[in-house]
């Protein structure tokens, strides 16, 4: 036979859990964070995990900033005219909508050679504005 007061034991204890695991997720610990991390073992500087914003990565800017509009493929011609000598424009031209259109590891390459000059992988302001 079993007690009435057994079928309110479970909800009752149930929601005594809950009680308590969000008093003990709410109250502060006296320990500071930098001591916290090292009773972890776990020494991780706050700058090490971010990265400062430098600018779009090459393939990004090479797909989308470049050969995504006219007025990029425009900009990639001229800063080609620094590395193709004896070449007509009409070979350049058709260079730049071939490797646009075909949007490979090529086009990546280039574009990290004409503008990528820190060689980070990104394409700073300053990257940016060359050849503009």
């Given at each position: 036979m079993m007690p009435v007061n057994?079928?309110?034991?479970?909800?009752?204890?149930?929601?005594?859990l809950l009680v308590v695991?969000?008093?003990?997720?709410?109250?502060?610990?006296?320990?500071?964070?930098?001591e916290q991390m090292q009773n972890d073992g776990l020494i991780i500087m706050a700058e090490d995990g971010l990265r400062k914003y430098n600018g779009p990565a090459v393939h990004h800017f090479?797909?989308?900033?470049?050969?995504?509009?006219?007025f990029g493929?425009?900009?990639?011609?001229?800063?080609?005219?620094?590395?193709?000598?004896n070449i007509s424009d009409d070979m350049k031209i058709a260079f730049v909508l071939d490797i646009c259109k075909r949007r490979d590891h090529m086009l990546t390459k280039w574009v990290q050679e004409i503008f990528d000059k820190d060689g980070d992988g990104y394409i700073s302001h300053f990257e940016r504005e060359?050849?503009?």
């Open positions: 057994f079928l309110g034991f479970i909800p009752m204890l149930t929601l005594a695991i969000v008093a003990g997720r709410s109250l502060e610990s006296n320990v500071s964070g930098a090479a797909r989308h900033g470049l050969c995504n509009h006219s493929k425009v900009r990639f011609f001229r800063a080609l005219q620094k590395h193709f000598h060359i050849d503009r």
